[in-house]
């Protein structure tokens, strides 16, 4: 109920902003907006551009997990590991996507595999710094304790490294899921075949601004909703998981 | 009182000269070459041109929803959206006619759109902009159907240059100077001009109205002597350009990061010069009118007469 109150007093702002502005070209109306919004509800290609961002992100979300873990744990557990990597993750992390457009395009060619190599690589070190920072902050008195008691540093990494694993992906995920579909849609706007990303672009080439935001709309709600199905699974799977240990 | 009478007397002046000063918006890039006499006060007028270069469509089109130009040099197909979005705004004639070109990389052939059957071919930033919709025509035309037979892939131009030089792309649909920058040095050649399959196609001289000088209707109805002043400047700046190429070059060097061998390369397949509306409307319309019917969601509506006269 909250929520829609919420909603409301935003779209109220929108309407008195756009009526104060009065240039639609710039700030359509909400009014506007929805109406777009509504042509786009019929048309199958929106549906088809919604179902492309949406694999393409799960995809971006499986790879920057998958890689980024265990390269953040190595990272985590070894100091050197770690001052060896950092340099490297740091650069890739500051570099602006569009310094290196024409490489990605150069590799990967346009289509599905350009916008996912770079928001990969623009995910990446957000999810080893995020792993490597939990698994440095683990409870150093459980490891002081296991050495005391002369547990063997395998036994150290597989029980106690190992098993904070888990919360560092939940974490990993929360993190990166409000920003991947920020960062494929630029990128599908940069150098992608399909997608909202490619529709924006189109939108804008004619100046459709209410259209424009209207696909804007979709991406929020995408990002939205995403980012509540995690918060909400993840809880329950942590407390299941931590039962269990 | 000596202060006061040099107060009244300053201010009357700087009245004065307010008046005759007005904002134009121009492009930046090649089509800037044309304007560098006038903002370098080569060609003058009566009034004074305070001229501002965008960089991208966001800038002029907010630039011209917040009244803060008077005249304004846009693609004409820009300014014809404009209008059909409501904006006050009118051409007051076309200046360039010559620009998009089909290149082809040196190890490629073309021999007709129906050479390009299961081949891509690359074209600066998204669906609907001119060369775009031309390419899907001329596609059309010869029996092709685009994006099945042939796929056409939106990239910036930039992006397309290094691509096309670096042998990853070997069909790129360009406007100028981008033309120049992917051929240069031997990479590639010029397949097609699309202006001159435009003109047989249409029936009409091969040349496309491709961008134009605009007014805002408001300035316009409240200074018609310094519209007509204006448009004479400007006539007199691309003359002066057309008659002056190198000098034109030379002072537009400032405004430009193109190398200048680039842009001498690229002027000579590029055409300006100054045509009134009252003498292209034609042109204009059947340009326009082609696009809508090609592309609606581009080109929602074409413009009515008040688009040609304020």
Redesign the interface.
């Given at each position: 109920m909250k929520i829609l109150f919420g909603i409301l007093i935003f779209l109220i702002l929108w309407q008195i902003f756009s009526v104060i502005l009065n240039?639609?070209?710039?700030l359509p109306s909400p009014y506007l907006t929805f109406e777009s919004l509504y042509h786009l509800a019929l048309q199958r290609e929106t549906y088809q551009a919604i179902f492309s961002t949406v694999w393409k992100s799960l995809l971006v979300l499986l790879i920057v997990i998958a890689i980024g873990t265990p390269v953040g744990f190595l990272m985590g557990i070894n100091e050197s590991v770690y001052q060896i990597f950092r340099p490297a993750i740091t650069v890739v992390q500051a570099v602006p996507v569009i310094s290196w457009?024409?490489l990605v395009?150069?590799v990967w060619?346009?289509g599905w595999k350009g916008p996912v190599v770079i928001s990969f690589l623009s995910l990446l070190p957000i999810s080893i710094f995020t792993t490597a920072t939990g698994v440095r902050s683990t409870d150093r008195n459980l490891i002081e304790m296991a050495k005391v008691y002369k547990v063997s540093q395998i036994r150290i990494i597989r029980t106690i490294y190992l098993g904070s694993l888990v919360p560092f992906i939940f974490s990993t995920v929360e993190v990166i899921i409000g920003d991947v579909w920020k960062v494929i849609i630029v990128s599908e706007y940069?150098?992608g075949?399909d997608g909202i990303g490619?529709l924006i672009?189109?939108a804008?080439?004619?100046?459709?601004v209410p259209r424009i935001y209207a696909l804007t709309i979709i991406a929020v709600a995408l990002g939205i909703t995403s980012e509540r199905f995690v918060k909400f699974f993840f809880r329950k799977a942590l407390k299941k998981w931590q039962i269990q240990s | 009182m000596k202060k006061i009478a040099f107060l009244i007397l300053f201010s009357v002046i700087v009245t004065i000269s307010m008046a005759g000063n007005v904002t134009l918006i121009n492009p930046l890039g090649p089509t800037t070459i044309p304007i560098a006499p006038i903002m370098k006060g080569v060609v003058t007028g009566s009034a004074t041109i305070n001229v501002k270069l965008w960089q991208n469509t966001d800038e002029a089109i907010a630039m011209i929803a917040s009244n803060q130009t008077d005249f304004a040099v846009l693609p004409v197909t820009l300014g014809a959206i404009l209008y059909s979005k409501g904006i006050k705004i009118s051409l007051l004639g076309v200046y360039e006619w010559k620009a998009f070109y089909l290149v082809v990389s040196s190890g490629a052939t073309f021999t007709g759109w129906k050479s390009l059957v299961g081949k891509s071919v690359y074209t600066p930033e998204g669906r609907g902009q001119t060369v775009d919709v031309l390419m899907r025509y001329m596609m059309s035309q010869d029996g092709i159907t685009p994006d099945k037979d042939v796929k056409i892939y939106y990239l910036q131009p930039q992006e397309i240059v290094a691509l096309f030089r670096s042998g990853k792309i070997d069909y790129a649909a360009l406007p100028e100077p981008f033309v120049t920058m992917a051929i240069a040095g031997g990479y590639g050649k010029i397949a097609l001009d699309f202006q001159k399959v435009w003109g047989e196609e249409m029936n009409l001289p091969d040349r496309i109205p491709i961008a134009g000088l605009f007014v805002m209707d408001n300035f316009a109805i409240s200074h018609p002597q310094t519209v007509i002043d204006v448009e004479q400047t400007f006539e007199r700046s691309i003359e002066w350009m057309n008659q002056n190429t190198d000098q034109a070059l030379e002072i537009s060097k400032t405004y430009l990061s193109i190398p200048i061998s680039i842009l001498k390369e690229s002027m000579k397949r590029m055409e300006f010069y100054y045509v009134p509306v009252s003498k292209c409307k034609s042109d204009v319309e059947i340009f326009l009118s082609k696009l809508n019917e090609l592309y609606p969601q581009g080109m929602p509506s074409v413009p009515g007469k008040d688009f040609y006269e304020y």
């Amino acid at each position: 109920m909250k929520i829609l109150f919420g909603i409301l007093i935003f779209l109220i702002l929108w309407q008195i902003f756009s009526v104060i502005l009065n240039v639609p070209l710039i700030l359509p109306s909400p009014y506007l907006t929805f109406e777009s919004l509504y042509h786009l509800a019929l048309q199958r290609e929106t549906y088809q551009a919604i179902f492309s961002t949406v694999w393409k992100s799960l995809l971006v979300l499986l790879i920057v997990i998958a890689i980024g873990t265990p390269v953040g744990f190595l990272m985590g557990i070894n100091e050197s590991v770690y001052q060896i990597f950092r340099p490297a993750i740091t650069v890739v992390q500051a570099v602006p996507v569009i310094s290196w457009l024409a490489l990605v395009i150069f590799v990967w060619g346009i289509g599905w595999k350009g916008p996912v190599v770079i928001s990969f690589l623009s995910l990446l070190p957000i999810s080893i710094f995020t792993t490597a920072t939990g698994v440095r902050s683990t409870d150093r008195n459980l490891i002081e304790m296991a050495k005391v008691y002369k547990v063997s540093q395998i036994r150290i990494i597989r029980t106690i490294y190992l098993g904070s694993l888990v919360p560092f992906i939940f974490s990993t995920v929360e993190v990166i899921i409000g920003d991947v579909w920020k960062v494929i849609i630029v990128s599908e706007y940069l150098c992608g075949s399909d997608g909202i990303g490619v529709l924006i672009s189109w939108a804008r080439q004619y100046v459709d601004v209410p259209r424009i935001y209207a696909l804007t709309i979709i991406a929020v709600a995408l990002g939205i909703t995403s980012e509540r199905f995690v918060k909400f699974f993840f809880r329950k799977a942590l407390k299941k998981w931590q039962i269990q240990s | 009182m000596k202060k006061i009478a040099f107060l009244i007397l300053f201010s009357v002046i700087v009245t004065i000269s307010m008046a005759g000063n007005v904002t134009l918006i121009n492009p930046l890039g090649p089509t800037t070459i044309p304007i560098a006499p006038i903002m370098k006060g080569v060609v003058t007028g009566s009034a004074t041109i305070n001229v501002k270069l965008w960089q991208n469509t966001d800038e002029a089109i907010a630039m011209i929803a917040s009244n803060q130009t008077d005249f304004a040099v846009l693609p004409v197909t820009l300014g014809a959206i404009l209008y059909s979005k409501g904006i006050k705004i009118s051409l007051l004639g076309v200046y360039e006619w010559k620009a998009f070109y089909l290149v082809v990389s040196s190890g490629a052939t073309f021999t007709g759109w129906k050479s390009l059957v299961g081949k891509s071919v690359y074209t600066p930033e998204g669906r609907g902009q001119t060369v775009d919709v031309l390419m899907r025509y001329m596609m059309s035309q010869d029996g092709i159907t685009p994006d099945k037979d042939v796929k056409i892939y939106y990239l910036q131009p930039q992006e397309i240059v290094a691509l096309f030089r670096s042998g990853k792309i070997d069909y790129a649909a360009l406007p100028e100077p981008f033309v120049t920058m992917a051929i240069a040095g031997g990479y590639g050649k010029i397949a097609l001009d699309f202006q001159k399959v435009w003109g047989e196609e249409m029936n009409l001289p091969d040349r496309i109205p491709i961008a134009g000088l605009f007014v805002m209707d408001n300035f316009a109805i409240s200074h018609p002597q310094t519209v007509i002043d204006v448009e004479q400047t400007f006539e007199r700046s691309i003359e002066w350009m057309n008659q002056n190429t190198d000098q034109a070059l030379e002072i537009s060097k400032t405004y430009l990061s193109i190398p200048i061998s680039i842009l001498k390369e690229s002027m000579k397949r590029m055409e300006f010069y100054y045509v009134p509306v009252s003498k292209c409307k034609s042109d204009v319309e059947i340009f326009l009118s082609k696009l809508n019917e090609l592309y609606p969601q581009g080109m929602p509506s074409v413009p009515g007469k008040d688009f040609y006269e304020y």
